[in-house]
């Protein structure tokens, strides 16, 4: 009955852990759409904000260049009526005739073939016109007397160039003027004027947009805010501040700050919403002369700047929402198969959990024993070097009394075999007991200040016995202050020196110390046989020796000594191909 209770309420559980997964999932596919929606949404609006920023930074550079395009070619037409004027046929007071009609012609075909004029004209000192080209069917107007247009009169009252304000000529075209004084070049005397006109929708039309308010279009002011053309012609010939276009625009603030500030010279755009959609508008002046003479407007209805990029938009938008869906239908199928692959699992995971804790109670009692086993290893090891420690010392003692009273070379020779071996064993059994005290993390430091130079120098000293193979020792004494146990330093540079005379049979030895930022470093440099490559990468590790003399403990004990005051212990083979050089540092206190 309890088993079949267990099997009861492990399929109810089972079955609710299926419901949660499912939900779950149901979860995240909906916060996957709603969070993909959201960053779309985001994503589109930046591309069309980022896009937008490109057009209007366009926008202003095709304006500022299209308003000195038009100043380049009204400056053209000028620079063609100052020699007709300064020309000796109208200097000699000739403002008629046959010669005079053959010069507005040919000047007339020069400006025509880049520039739209529709006329070409004289006037005399009364503004009668005297002379006149002009387009097929528009009378020539030669005797009609022009003191009413305001261009002649400025003219004549200034004897300066003019770039009239747009007016409205006798066949109801709108036009400019440009002229040119003819003054006596003898006398100064004003004598008439040369002069073309040009009319506004053919002049402006060939540099861009002039009729369709749907795209981007055209609308160009004189200096008395007359529009010159405008997609919608009502505009034309009215003031822009006038009440028809302020009563169309609604006196949009923004639009009418746009004029305001191209009127004061500077170039301006901004953007402004308009009763058909909003706009951007970019307005610059066009310097003739030097003089801002006429006012370039270029506006774009944003509808059409983001129509470029909505077609490309929807596609993409459609193509992740089917990458999307495809890939809920996958999750949908994998939810199936994982909810019997899980099901599957968990018995396996059972079935499994049950050997791994059967094979984890094994490996915990066999780990037990392992601790054991270890603690009595190192336990032995102790005891057995503290108890070799015993007869070493007599033996020690008694050898070297020995060695002071014998007399005959013989016996003497074997009693420095005994003192030799049993120094030797000694040595073995003190390496054996650091190693013990360093695994056993009981290695104790009796820190104090000492003068590192004395402890070279008392190693040096205990070296000299080696000096029977003909190696030099070197050594420069330098007096620096550290902290530390005096002993275990002493002991770290014995070992190298050691190890630098076993290796070396001809040549130096030499020992530098220094202070560099903060650290003590002592090198203790030979000239014997280097290190092994295969013995680089184990070099400080326990019995990592190739000879045969050494337990290959010294260098892992010095290692140890070394970290254990916060310093580091390397080595290299040096440069010049010949020996090895042993390095440690220490923090220092040093005077």
Known sequence: MSKLKNIITSSIFHLDTNKVTILSVVLIIAVSYGLFFYLQNNTENNIRNSLFEQQRERQIESTEALSRHIGSDLDLIMSKLEPLANSDTLQQGNLAGNITIEALEKIYDQ????????????????????????????????????????????????????FSNGFEGRDGIYRIAITFPILNENTGEYMGLAAASLPTIPFFEHYGNIYDIRSQYLAVLDRNTVQLIHPVKSFIGTSFFGNHTQQVTGHNEILNNIIRTVLSGKPYSDTYEFRNGDRLNTGSPVLVGGKPTYFIFVITPTSSIY???????????????????????????????????????????????????????QLSEANQQLKVHDKMQREFINVAAHELRTPIQPILGLSEILQSKERDEEKRRLVDIISRNAKRLQSLTEDILDVTRIESHSLKLKKEEFNLNDVIINCINDMIIYNGKNVKLLYEPKDIIIDGDKGRISQVISNLLSNAFKFTTDGSTSIISEKKDGQVIVSVKDTGTGIDSELFPKLFSKFASKSFSGTGLGLFIAKSIIESHNGKIWAENNSEGRGATFSFSLPTRGK
Not at 135 to 159: C, H, I
Not at 324 to 344: D, E, H, M, S
């Open 111 to 162: 400006i025509n073939f880049r520039t739209p004029i529709d006329r070409l004209f004289i006037l005399d000192k009364n503004n009668i016109m005297t002379s006149s080209i002009a387009a097929k069917d528009l009378p020539r107007f030669v005797g009609v007397n022009f003191s009413y247009r305001e261009w002649a009169r400025e003219t004549k009252d200034m004897q300066t160039p003019v």
């Open 307 to 361: 129509s470029q990029i909505n077609n490309v938009i929807s596609t993409q938008r459609m193509e992740i929402f089917s990458l999307l869906a495809g890939v809920t239908a996958a999750v949908a199928v994998l939810i199936v198969f994982l909810i019997k692959w899980n099901t599957n699992l968990n018995n396996e995971v059972k079935r499994r959990t049950r050997e791994l804790d059967e094979s984890n109670k």
